[in-house]
T-cell receptor, first 113, second 113 residues
Framework: GNSVTQMEGPVTLSEEAFLTINCTYTATGYPSLFWYVQYPGEGLQLLLKATKADDKGSNKGFEATYRKETTSFHLEKGSVQVSDSAVYFCALSERDSNYQLIWGAGTKLIIKP | ETGVTQSPTHLIKTRGQQVTLRCSSQ?????VSWYQQALGQGPQFIFQYYREEENGRGNFPPRFSGLQFPNYSSELNVNALELDDSALYLC????????????FGPGTRLTVL
């Protein structure tokens, strides 16, 4: 079945450091890929998405590129801020499963000033 | 444009009781999905409703049931509450006309004592 694997956290960085959170997936068809972010005590916010191979999603300085050849969708940001501290979830959905979201386990990001 | 709203924000119940959680979908969205998120874990898909009918279900027992109304709002009902039902319950809405991207509400925190 479909699955998403993301790097375990927590990831601790200093402010202005470069961020990469790895995400790989297994899917039978052609999924859409997502990154959601969850701030402490809040619900999930869509951060960015990509719906086909080689698409790049971007938002708030974060980027991720849909790589079909490596089945990956790694999240990157050039210069992180303390306010980026949150849990980041990678997810996929496919038409064949009624677009049900399949989630990674989440990666907690801690940014120190 | 109004986003996804959920009520109540917090709820405390005792084992064996029944609970109803509510969700109003984002304007223009016709699909609602429910997820359970235990503390420190990723969301787990409960079920999805499209045009007032269940359109997919995760690995949850029948005591988890739902409804979708003509205005696309939704309810999640849980009977015979168990301690392990303590979690954040997240509702997401989406539209089959807008790429099926899911947008989440703030969640309802259920505590079962």
């Amino acid at each position: 079945g479909n699955s998403v694997t993301q790097m375990e956290g927590p990831v601790t960085l200093s402010e202005e450091a470069f961020l990469t959170i790895n995400c790989t997936y297994t899917a039978t068809g052609y999924p859409s890929l997502f990154w959601y972010v969850q701030y402490p005590g809040e619900g999930l916010q869509l951060l960015l998405k990509a719906t086909k191979a080689d698409d790049k999603g971007s938002n708030k300085g974060f980027e991720a590129t849909y790589r079909k050849e490596t089945t990956s969708f790694h999240l990157e940001k050039g210069s992180v801020q303390v306010s980026d501290s949150a849990v980041y979830f990678c997810a996929l959905s496919e038409r064949d499963s009624n677009y049900q979201l399949i989630w990674g386990a989440g990666t907690k990001l801690i940014i120190k000033p | 444009e109004t986003g996804v709203t959920q009520s109540p924000t917090h709820l405390i119940k005792t084992r064996g009781q029944q609970v109803t959680l509510r969700c109003s979908s984002q304007s223009g969205h016709n699909t609602v999905s429910w997820y359970q998120q235990a503390l420190g874990q990723g969301p787990q898909f409960i079920f999805q409703y499209y045009r007032e009918e269940e359109n997919g279900r995760g690995n949850f027992p029948p005591r988890f049931s739902g409804l979708q109304f003509p205005n696309y709002s939704s309810e999640l009902n849980v009977n015979a509450l168990e301690l392990d039902d303590s979690a954040l319950y997240l509702c997401a809405s989406s539209s089959s006309h807008q790429g099926n991207t899911q947008y989440f509400g703030p969640g309802t925190r259920l505590t079962v004592l």
